[in-house]
């Protein structure tokens, strides 16, 4: 089945600099959906980018991520971090018919002055 | 302003009880969802709801039953709970663009 590998645990950053959190996927369909959801402490996870097209970068809220379907990869990035971007960070797949996510474990950024 | 409900926020109920908790959207979505959340996991799908009378197992389903009769309502029913049922547990609705709003959670300790 489909399946989704993240940066695993925690990474932590001092603020100002850059961020990335690497995402790569498995699937057996061709036109994948991929997505980064962010989750604050205490609070819900809410879609922060979403990707269907390849070789295209996609923008947010300062983050930006492309879909590279020739590496099956979904990296997400940010020039410079902020106190802010402290939280839980999942990348998903969409495939086969589009219902349903796959999510991979999670990552938490910690950014630290 | 889209919204998705759930209701308790918190429970806490004893092995062998049955739970009941429930989900509500106020954006006609078809599509809906039911996740738990457990340190180290993520996020797992425990079943989907297509519509009214229209739902399919999820990644693990075991030990848990739904029931949707109304569009914007979605249950998640466990009969007997156990103490690996302890968890954060989500509800979620899809747009037609694929996006899943998440509800608030509950948080649910089964002792």
């Known amino acids: 089945g489909d399946s989704v590998t993240q940066t695993e645990g925690l990474v932590t950053l001092t603020e100002g600099l850059p961020v990335m959190l690497n995402c790569t996927y498995q699937?057996?369909?061709?036109?994948?959906?991929l997505f980064w959801y962010v989750q604050h402490l205490n609070e819900s996870p809410r879609l922060l980018l979403k990707?269907?097209?390849?070789?295209k970068r996609t923008e947010h809220q300062g983050f930006h991520a492309t879909l590279h379907k020739s590496s099956s990869s979904f990296h997400l990035q940010k020039s410079s971090a902020q106190l802010s971007d402290s939280a839980l960070y999942y990348c998903?797949?969409?495939?086969?018919?589009?219902?349903?996510?796959?999510f991979g474990k999670g990552t938490v950024l910690l950014v630290s002055p | 302003d889209m919204k998705v409900t759930q209701m308790p926020r918190y429970l806490i109920k004893r092995m062998g009880e049955n739970v009941l908790l429930e989900c509500g959207q106020d954006?006609?979505?078809?599509?809906m969802y039911w996740y738990r959340q457990d340190p180290g996991l993520g996020l797992q799908l425990i079943y989907i709801?297509?519509?009214?009378?229209?739902?399919s197992e999820g990644d693990i389903p075991k030990g848990y039953r739904v029931s949707r009769k109304k569009r914007e309502h979605f249950s998640l029913i466990l009969d007997s709970a156990k103490t690996n049922q302890t968890s954060v547990y989500f509800c979620?609705?899809?747009?037609?663009?694929?996006?899943?709003?998440f509800g608030p959670g509950t948080r649910l300790t089964v002792l």
């Open positions: 979620a609705s899809r747009d037609r663009v694929y996006e899943q709003y």
């Open positions: 699937t057996i369909y061709s036109n994948p959906f």
């Open positions: 990707s269907f097209t390849d070789n």
């Open positions: 998903a797949l969409s495939a086969s018919g589009y219902n349903k996510l796959t």
């Open positions: 954006m006609s979505h078809e599509t």
């Open positions: 709801s297509y519509d009214v009378d229209s739902n």
